[in-house]
């Protein structure tokens, strides 16, 4: 009897915490900023910091992936004698698939983690009860600019992830293993169709935005106030961010590429 | 003096996003603005299209001069019909062409090639090309190979 109590409660427990959790995004984001100057401001500092400082963990990445799917490819594609398409394979993969994925787990690492653990030690440090004290609304000032800085963010990344691995793919492909540059770009553009594989993979990046951010900015919020829970938050920050992005992933990939 | 550094970095980074949908839009779907306008349209049926996808080529002697515009089931005829868009500065294909659907390679992907007829009205906008060879079906090909090897048997 204690144990099926045990459970009831549990799954209240979690049905509390999404509750929270939804209160949290509904009251952070769906009140007008008092002036837009200011919301622009606070925007702008969060884009530098989550955004534009993740701009060369995503080149930089984006680019060894683009050139090791294009070298794997080459020698698959080269024992059928059909290494041209070697493009089209870089291209379709990282924009259906690794472009938005690859990007939304790094921005878990990088900006994710870092969102909750300042939250985390902005509560833990009590500026978020400071702020309430002196009348501004916490959400506002300091859960919203990130939230909406995240969606921003994540698929201005994808698309600089992707055409970085596009580039770093031919790199590989034309001026090394010497397959004919006309080929590789015509057969690329044959198959890639602009509103189907690119607005596709804007789409899901935007998608796991939602996800990466709303778990970070929560984790933040809701943790313990010590330095123990906010290590613990963070940890979770970077392993359900993670986890929820690649099971979208797959649910977003049924949606949109699986009516065969 | 710092907040305006995070406005010009910021601004970088929003460009960089641009500059990259730009590169994927243009260079990678090979999208381009103005190819609509100078281009006509032509239509063909064929028995069987076989694997020709929207966006394939259609070429004479080898070179590019249009692509498939959309692909459609005549219910009428119970045959396909094939749209294509075919450059504008083509203006001299005669109306008796041949449009046949071929492959280029041995595996590789369908495109549609254009012998030119002898005629010497030429095909214009919204024309018709009457004279169409399906694609190779590899299945019925080796089928006729079977039913004609075991006849030769037979006598």
């Known amino acids: 009897m204690k144990r099926i109590s045990k459970l009831g409660g549990s799954v209240f427990d979690w049905l509390e915490a999404v509750g929270r959790a939804g209160l949290l995004l ?221 099971a979208l992933d797959f649910i977003l990939t049924a949606a949109m590429f699986g009516d065969f | 003096m710092r907040n305006k550094q995070i406005e010009l970095l910021v601004g970088v980074f929003i460009v960089f996003g641009f500059a990259g949908l730009a590169y994927l839009a243009i260079q990678v779907s090979g999208l381009a603005f103005a190819d609509k306008q100078d281009s006509y349209q032509v239509v063909a049926r064929f028995d069987d299209i076989g694997g020709l996808t929207p966006r394939a080529k259609v070429a004479v002697a080898g070179v590019t001069i249009g692509s498939v515009e959309s692909i459609t089931f005549d219910k009428e005829l119970y045959m396909a019909l094939v749209t294509m868009n075919i450059d504008q500065d083509i203006d001299n294909l005669p109306i008796d062409s041949t449009a046949s659907i071929l492959t280029s390679g041995l595996l590789g992907e369908k495109y549609i090639g254009l012998s030119i007829g002898a005629e010497d009205t030429f095909l214009a906008s919204g024309d018709e090309v009457y004279d169409t060879q399906s694609a190779l079906v590899l299945e019925n090909l080796i089928s006729q190979f079977l039913f004609n090897s075991t006849t030769g048997d037979g006598e």
């Not at chain 1, 702008?44 to 060369?56: A, P």
């Not at chain 1, 778990?215 to 929820?244: F, N, R």
């Open chain 1, 26 to 246: 509904s009251q952070s984001v769906f009140h007008l900023p008092r002036s837009i100057a200011g919301a622009l401001s606070l925007l702008g500092k969060q884009i530098y910091s989550v955004g534009y400082l993740s701009l060369i963990i995503v080149v930089v990445s984006g680019l060894f992936i683009g050139m090791v799917l294009s070298l794997q490819g080459y020698s698959i594609l080269v024992k059928f004698g059909s290494e041209q398409s070697v493009g089209q394979l870089v291209a379709l993969t990282l924009l259906r698939e690794l472009g938005p994925v690859v990007t939304a787990l790094l921005f878990a690492g990088r900006a994710c983690s870092a969102l909750t653990a300042e939250i985390g030690l902005m509560k833990a440090t009590e500026q978020l009860s400071s702020l309430e004290m002196m009348g501004v609304d916490p959400y506002r000032r300091i859960i919203a600019p990130r939230f909406i800085a995240g969606l921003i963010c994540l698929p201005i990344l994808s698309v600089i992830f992707s055409a970085v691995g596009i580039i770093g793919g031919e790199f590989v492909a034309v001026d090394w293993l010497g397959i004919h540059d006309g080929s590789f770009w015509s057969l690329m553009q044959q198959s890639v169709v602009f509103g189907n594989d690119v607005v596709n993979g804007i789409i899901k990046s935007f998608c796991f935005a939602i996800a990466v951010t709303w778990i970070a900015v929560y984790q933040g919020y809701e943790c313990t106030p010590t330095s123990e829970g906010i290590g613990k938050a963070t940890t979770t920050t970077v392993v359900l961010g993670s986890l929820s992005v690649l």
